[in-house]
């Protein structure tokens, strides 16, 4: 069985809890996600099946989307409302100073990882050590925000943000560094990821849905979904289709340069291939061998 399943990750849960449960769903080893969620945190979270799994690195690598709530006024050991308070102070901030504040996060910049991650540092995971009182130096990471939105004030102290960002950015740092910008201090009140890999929360489903449903194979989206954004390319001939197979450039005359979707001739998505001054390389394929 191979495919990508949407699931809408449930709160208290963990990707990788998620990831042992479908295989027992599944009956399939080989699964895994498309980017790390927190047990806080719900929302999209691409599911790989069987073959499918192969592309996990391209949805890791892709941007994602997120609507997060910013609670001023509190600091805390994790950057979010489930750790130690560490501050707590009254924050009585209006929606113009705030708007100016976002400002100031939008684009490229440069994010120290919290310490309550999984990032490694010298063989030790930061979080492992958060837990035994120990802060040590963390690199600061390159990202880009693409889009910081003020949406609402869904309590005096409290606003819903809505984020696309590349991989890697913490969505509870950027609430802390703008809670400092603004000298109240913040963190995430609550976090729902709306979009990863180009896959949007209306295509998720529950994951009580997929754990009561009699045939969860037919909830499988297609490998080739994963890159819907380039174009299809079926090929023409037996062997064309032999050569990629196989491994092998194949020769395709008069074929724009490009990343494609490549089918055999009875329409089987194959793998992600380029094509460069007319010759069809294999960037991953997908097939079954």
């Given at each position: 069985?191979?495919?990508?399943?949407?699931?809408?990750?449930?709160?208290?849960?963990?990707?990788?809890?998620?990831?042992?449960?479908?295989?027992?769903?599944?009956?399939?080893?080989?699964?895994?996600?498309?980017?790390?969620?927190?047990?806080?945190?719900?929302?999209?979270?691409?599911?790989?099946?069987g073959r499918a799994t192969?592309?996990?690195?391209?949805?890791?690598?892709?941007?994602?989307?997120?609507?997060?709530?910013?609670?001023?006024?509190?600091?805390?050991?994790?950057?979010?409302?489930?750790?130690?308070?560490?501050?707590?102070?009254?924050?009585?901030?209006?929606?113009?100073?705030?708007?100016?504040?976002?400002?100031?996060?939008?684009?490229?910049?440069?994010?120290v990882p919290p310490m309550?991650?999984?990032?490694?540092?010298?063989?030790?995971?930061?979080?492992?050590?958060?837990?035994?009182?120990?802060?040590?130096?963390?690199?600061?990471?390159?990202?880009?925000?693409?889009?910081?939105?003020?949406?609402?004030?869904?309590?005096?102290?409290?606003?819903?943000?809505?984020?696309?960002?590349?991989?890697?950015?913490?969505?509870?740092?950027?609430?802390?560094?703008?809670?400092?910008?603004?000298?109240?201090?913040?963190?995430?009140?609550?976090?729902?990821?709306?979009?990863?890999?180009?896959?949007?929360?209306?295509?998720?489903?529950?994951?009580?849905?997929?754990?009561?449903?009699?045939?969860?194979?037919?909830?499988?989206?297609?490998?080739?979904?994963?890159?819907?954004?380039?174009?299809?390319?079926?090929?023409?001939?037996?062997?064309?289709?032999?050569?990629?197979?196989?491994?092998?450039?194949?020769?395709?005359?008069?074929?724009?340069?490009?990343?494609?979707?490549?089918?055999?001739?009875?329409?089987?998505?194959l793998a992600l291939g380029?094509?460069?001054?007319?010759?069809?390389?294999?960037?991953?394929?997908?097939?079954?061998?």
């Amino acid at each position: 069985m191979n495919g990508i399943i949407i699931i809408d990750k449930p709160q208290g849960w963990t990707s990788m809890d998620v990831c042992a449960r479908l295989r027992g769903v599944f009956h399939e080893k080989r699964i895994g996600h498309g980017g790390t969620l927190d047990p806080m945190a719900t929302g999209v979270l691409p599911v790989f099946v069987g073959r499918a799994t192969r592309g996990v690195e391209f949805a890791t690598e892709s941007d994602k989307e997120y609507r997060a709530e910013l609670k001023l006024g509190l600091v805390t050991t994790t950057q979010d409302t489930q750790g130690e308070v560490l501050e707590q102070r009254e924050a009585s901030v209006t929606r113009e100073e705030l708007e100016a504040v976002l400002e100031r996060f939008r684009g490229p910049q440069s994010q120290v990882p919290p310490m309550y991650s999984a990032i490694k540092v010298q063989g030790k995971k930061l979080y492992e050590l958060a837990r035994k009182g120990k802060e040590v130096e963390r690199a600061p990471r390159r990202i880009v925000i693409r889009e910081l939105e003020l949406e609402e004030a869904v309590a005096p102290d409290t606003f819903r943000l809505r984020v696309r960002c590349t991989k890697g950015t913490y969505i509870r740092t950027l609430c802390h560094d703008i809670g400092q910008a603004l000298g109240c201090g913040g963190c995430m009140s609550a976090l729902r990821r709306t979009m990863a890999a180009g896959y949007r929360v209306e295509q998720a489903i529950p994951l009580a849905r997929v754990l009561e449903s009699e045939d969860p194979g037919a909830l499988l989206l297609p490998v080739e979904s994963l890159f819907a954004d380039r174009s299809p390319l079926t090929l023409g001939s037996a062997a064309a289709e032999k050569k990629v197979r196989n491994g092998g450039v194949a020769n395709l005359p008069g074929q724009a340069d490009g990343e494609y979707r490549v089918f055999g001739t009875d329409g089987t998505f194959l793998a992600l291939g380029r094509v460069e001054r007319e010759k069809l390389k294999t960037i991953r394929s997908f097939f079954e061998v």
